[in-house]
């Protein structure tokens, strides 16, 4: 059957067998179970990070004297009133344009790391999420025997292996 099909045809095939061989075809049902409870626990909990990176994060607290110097004169001018007045901490939430400002113009490294901190910050949360995830590709990998899931998905790839790809960007650049 192999000869009857073009080189083309032949390759696709090749690609779709690999596929259902990373897909744990081979394994014994007791570990194909696992593989794909593993592979749906893989898939939802990718979704949830995902969806988890896109909820509003905590506002940074600025304090009023940290904005001293500050060098817009519109927005920057209304936020060292609005502190002067009430006498408390800012709340500058991170894609703000009042973040953006302090990003921008604050003079003093110390607001603009709030900011930045407050940004790139995840909640417990999300850190549980991406354990959780990194926990279940280190089984799934060893499971279909291979050191790690990235030896796993570069496998099959131009790559090999993930000391390869390390290679292969640092010699392409």
Known sequence: ????????????????????????????????????????????????????????????????????????????ARLRLQAQVTKRDLLVYPGSLQAQMIMRAAPAEEPRRKVYMAANTSTPEQIEVLERLLRARGELARLVGKESFAHMTLGDKMAKSPGACCHLCVTSA
């Open 1 to 76: 059957m192999v000869r009857s099909l073009s080189p083309e045809a032949h390759q696709t095939a090749l690609i779709f067998w690999r596929d259902f061989e990373k897909s744990g075809i081979d394994l014994p049902p007791k570990q194909r179970e696992r593989f794909v409870s593993l592979s749906t626990e893989i898939m939802l909990l990718g979704r949830q990070f995902l969806s988890e990176t896109t909820t509003a994060k905590a506002p940074a607290s600025i304090r009023p004297e940290e904005l001293q110097g500050l060098k817009d004169l519109g927005m920057g």
